[in-house]
Structures are given as structure tokens and as C-alpha cells.
């Protein structure tokens, strides 16, 4: 089973920087995908961006697409997510999740993910 536990989360002004990185234990990172999803309050939990196992392959939802960045280092279990020209609709508590896994292409389907860490806060305000 998987174990993820995310960090890196702040307060930053709008156009600031952060990286949110996901630790991952109990089992091997490269099996799995591995998503980023948030919530903002009173709002549903959407996604982010995707990652899938083999080939590292990621998707982004439109409102962030050219602005986030993901990556994976299977040799740390560790995914990061780089998220450049914050803006305060980006605010929210941000998880890491997993399904185990090879898939062609990854989703930002919330029921597909089986594990999920805590989540971290990140608030953009000026």
C-alpha cells in the first residue's frame, strides 16, 4: 500500500513561485500514476495534473496548463509539482494521490485514485 504525504505548501502573492512535492513510501513509486488534485473552499475537489507510471506522461487542466510543471524521481519516491504566475483562484488545499498501474495516457478522474495523502495549504493573496 501507499503511502503519500505532501509539502511545500504557503502563503505566496500572486505571480509567485511554489513547489508542492509528494514523499511516497510502502511501495514501488514507478508502478504508479500519480495525480494532483485541489480544493478550494466550499468547491468540489478538481484536478490538476497527472503523471502516469511508465512513461511519465502528464496532463493538465486548462486552468493551470502552461503554468504548472510535473515531475517524477522514482529513484527518491518523490513527485513535484511546480507551479509558476500563482494567481488567487489557485488557492485551495492541494492532495497527491495514486492508482496502481500503466496506462497510455493519465485522468483527472477523482474516483480513479485509491490513495491520498493529507494535503497541503496553499494560499495566493496579495
Known amino acids: 500500500q501507499l503511502q503519500l504525504v505532501e509539502s511545500g505548501g504557503g502563503l505566496v502573492q500572486p505571480g509567485g513561485s511554489l513547489v508542492l512535492s509528494c514523499a511516497t513510501s510502502?511501495?514501488?513509486?514507478?508502478?504508479?500514476?500519480i495525480g494532483w488534485f485541489r480544493q478550494a473552499p466550499g468547491k468540489e475537489r478538481e484536478g490538476v495534473s497527472c503523471?502516469?507510471?511508465?512513461?511519465?506522461?502528464?496532463l493538465f487542466s486548462n486552468s493551470v496548463k502552461d503554468r504548472f510543471t510535473f515531475s517524477r524521481d522514482n529513484a527518491k519516491n518523490t513527485v513535484y509539482l511546480q507551479m509558476n504566475n500563482l494567481k488567487p483562484e489557485d488557492t485551495g488545499v492541494y492532495y497527491c494521490?495514486?492508482?496502481?498501474?500503466?496506462?497510455?495516457?493519465?485522468?483527472?478522474?477523482?474516483?480513479?485514485?485509491?490513495?491520498w495523502g493529507q494535503g497541503t495549504q496553499v494560499t495566493v493573496s496579495s
Open positions: 503523471i502516469t507510471s511508465t512513461f511519465g506522461t502528464t
Open positions: 494521490a495514486a492508482r496502481f498501474g500503466v496506462v497510455a495516457q493519465c485522468r483527472l478522474e477523482t474516483d480513479e485514485y485509491i490513495y
Open positions: 510502502g511501495s514501488t513509486l514507478e508502478d504508479y500514476v
